[in-house]
């Protein structure tokens, strides 16, 4: 019968990303992006509840009731995880994402000064945008570190759940837990206008209610950093835009030219020794970007990104053909990874 410790314990040591446990099959852990079996027996039932007994301890039946729980989970001496436990085929399965003690910082993640330029920001909304697993979290959660070490501000985090502890530093730091300090996103960003913040942090900006409240509180004199699950600053803005009725959206498009600092798309990409690295795109929301989201123009921003170098802009496939000449990818796994795989087949070949 397996131990939890022993797999997380396990987990840690392989320096994996991910913790998959679910009946019928043996452990496996996610390695630079790639699944590995680390057990022999696979997992009973009893396993697996047990598991979930262990991580919930008082909140077990509200998982029962539900069918799926999010929650953080610290084991000392071995680390923190981001946890989600859900019923599949009358069993229980769990998946854990490791989340680091140290926070990194922006130098550490080999990040541009165009990114600490978006942590000066007295106000407005910057997003950091990608697919499930891209790093997201981590770029955020140094962005706060960067603010929190160099800023003497007050910074409120909403999250689903904590991932990344901050401690008070230049700044005072409040994380509130959705779920378990506040019953939803939305309620904790109406109530975060009223604990008097210079900084707010929301995990994920999931729907229209809470695009709007984070969008107003941008707009009210604070500065707002969010997520999306998407690929490229054109696409995140009609992702935002789309997600309001159309006799709203030409005024969104008002709203969010106005209050848009920036946009930070970023992909993990597979390198040449087996790790992964970022490829990231930077937008910044010049006079010439805002007008392109008041016209609803978002088929045009690609294109003036590719001019905006002198502001820090890199779009997502001129960073993927950097780290190619860098030779820190190769051109394969570039085009994998490609906005315009035409283009940047084009590019590549000069």
Sequence with gaps: MYELYTLLDRTMEEGASDLHLTVGAVPIIRVNGELVRIG???????????????????????????????TSYSLKGVGRFRVNIFKQRNSVALAL????????????????????????????????????????????????????????LHIVTLEDPIEFLHKHDKSIINQREIGKDSQSYENALRAVLRE????????????????????????????????????GAAKTIDRIVDVFP?????????????VLQGIVSQQLVETTDNKRTAALEI????????????EGKTHQIQTAMQTGARYGMVTMDASLKN??????????????YAIDKEMLSKMLLY
Excluded: W
Excluded at 51 to 59: G, P, W
Excluded at 283 to 294: D, E, F, K, S
């Design 97 to 152: 994402r490791t989340i680091s003690l140290a926070i990194p910082t922006l130098k550490d993640l080999n990040m541009p000064s165009t990114i600490r330029n978006l942590t000066e920001k007295k106000r407005g909304l910057v997003l950091v945008t990608g697919p499930t697993g891209s790093g997201k979290s981590t770029t955020l959660a140094a962005m706060i570190d960067e603010i929190n070490h160099s800023r003497g």
């Design 40 to 70: 022999s027996e696979t997992l009973l039932p009893a396993d697996t509840d047990k598991f979930a007994r262990d991580i919930l301890e008082d909140k077990y039946d509200e998982f029962i009731n539900t069918g799926e729980y999010d």
């Design 246 to 258: 159309t006799n709203q959206q030409q005024q969104i498009k008002v709203q969010l030219a106005a």
């Design 283 to 294: 937008m910044i929301a010049t006079p010439a970007i805002q007008n392109l989201i008041r």
């Design 323 to 336: 780290l190619v000449e860098n030779c820190i990818i190769t051109p394969e796994t570039a085009l994998n």
């Design 196 to 231: 008097d913040p210079d900084v707010i942090l929301v995990g994920e900006m999931r729907d229209l209610n809470t695009i709007s409240v984070a969008i107003t509180a941008a707009e009210t004199g604070h500065l707002v950093f969010s997520t999306l699950h998407t690929i």
